[in-house]
């Protein structure tokens, strides 16, 4: 499931454009997105009955919405400090640290676990474009 998911996400990221990437902070991101989208598919997998419903991306050209959705009411919640000698279960850290924003709403008897990046193509085409005039 979480194969698949990253291959659905890496396909929409090539339609997109975002990869191949155009230069080392592009590939940063879309590998972030990668890394974000097996995190929320892999928690639901873990911890909502019949693992994931949906996996949904959204792209307007200014930001990406991954949204994750599943049969559990439950929001997601970061692990209690006192766990930091297992190897896992830090998921929802990552994505706090690589997205611009994240969360849960309530859908269909569960929820949808959603996080948001800025597109790096955008932030390309400002910088690219931003030099002085002639």
């Known amino acids: 499931m979480v194969q698949r998911s990253r291959d659905f996400c890496r396909a929409a990221l090539l339609c997109w454009h975002w990869l191949p990437a155009a230069d080392e902070e592009q590939q940063d991101v879309a590998a972030d997105v990668l890394l974000m989208v097996s995190e929320l598919v892999t928690n639901a997998c873990l911890h909502a009955p019949g693992g994931p419903r949906e996996l949904r991306l959204r792209w307007n050209g200014l930001r990406l919405r991954a949204e994750v959705s599943d049969a559990s009411p439950v929001p997601p919640r970061f692990r209690p400090r006192s766990d930091q000698g297992r190897p ?16 849960s709403v309530p859908e269909g008897g569960g929820k949808a676990v959603w ?10 085409v400002r910088t690219v474009g931003a030099g002085p005039r002639s």
């Open 88 to 103: 896992s279960g830090y998921g929802l850290q990552v994505v706090d640290r690589l997205a611009r924003a994240w969360g």
């Open 115 to 124: 996080m948001e990046v800025a597109s790096p193509i955008d932030h390309h």
